[in-house]
């Protein structure tokens, strides 16, 4: 099993660009979230997701958009990057929420310029 | 509110010397308490859990941790630490009675260097 897959892993863009980042898990684990990881300030929930076609906002969701179309894919769209998005991304999984082991993504680092 | 605190930011030891690694919380009950560890350019590994029952609790690599309810407490240790053991620790908090398993309250990490 490859567990929790992030892509990419290294990312610069420039203010006003939008992408996605990319997770897939392969552990058929119905929740799955988005968190930046910032010195200083820890682990911050972006969005999560119970299972397909639900998701829900957590501790700082603005400036983020999220879709849950399978249960494998959670990607996280930034929508009109900006340099306070600059920022180390981490998807994480688990079989119904976080009362279960979360199995977390090796990380997006991304750069906003 | 629902808080989790760890004192030490940054702690060195000595390989071969113990340790152990601070963790408080602020909720009304018992919550699900969690360590994680996080190798350099890493995502975060779960080391141990505790939800009820018995209030030491076995984890990986050698780690273990003590709930103890009255100083709300969930300290980690290690009885010899190995210079692999070098990594950001971080403890989280759960919230079983609010019916919540949807989001973890994390503390800010405690960053672990080992000399040899």
């Known amino acids: 099993n490859a567990g929790v897959t992030q892509t990419p892993k290294f990312q610069v863009l420039k203010t006003g660009q939008s992408m996605t980042l990319q997770c897939a898990q392969d552990?058929?684990?119905?929740?799955m979230s988005w968190y930046r990881q910032d010195p200083g300030m820890g682990l911050r929930l972006i969005h999560y997701?119970?299972?397909?076609?639900?998701?829900d906002q957590g501790e700082v969701p603005n400036g983020y958009n999220v879709s849950r179309s399978t249960t494998e894919d959670f990607p996280l769209r930034l929508l009109s990057a900006a340099p306070s998005q600059t920022s180390v991304y981490f998807c994480a999984s688990s079989w119904t929420g976080v009362d279960e082991k979360l199995f977390f993504g090796s990380g997006t680092q991304l750069s906003v310029l | 509110a629902q808080s989790v605190t760890q004192p030490d930011i940054h702690i060195t030891v000595s390989e071969g010397a113990s340790l152990e690694l601070r963790c408080n919380y602020s909720y009304g009950a018992t919550p699900y308490l969690f360590w994680y560890v996080q190798s350099p350019g890493q995502g975060l590994q779960l080391l141990l859990k505790y939800f009820s029952g018995d209030t030491l609790v076995q984890g990986i690599k050698g780690f273990e941790a003590e709930f103890k309810r009255s100083q709300s407490s969930f300290n980690l240790r290690k009885p010899s630490v190995h210079w692999s053991d070098a990594a950001e620790y971080f403890c989280?908090?759960?919230?079983?009675?609010?019916?919540?398993?949807?989001?973890?309250?994390w503390g800010l990490g405690t960053s672990l260097a080992v000399n040899p």
């Open positions: 997701s119970v299972g397909a076609g639900i998701t």
């Open positions: 552990m058929n684990h119905e929740y």
């Open positions: 989280a908090v759960g919230a079983p009675h609010a019916g919540n398993n949807r989001k973890l309250i």
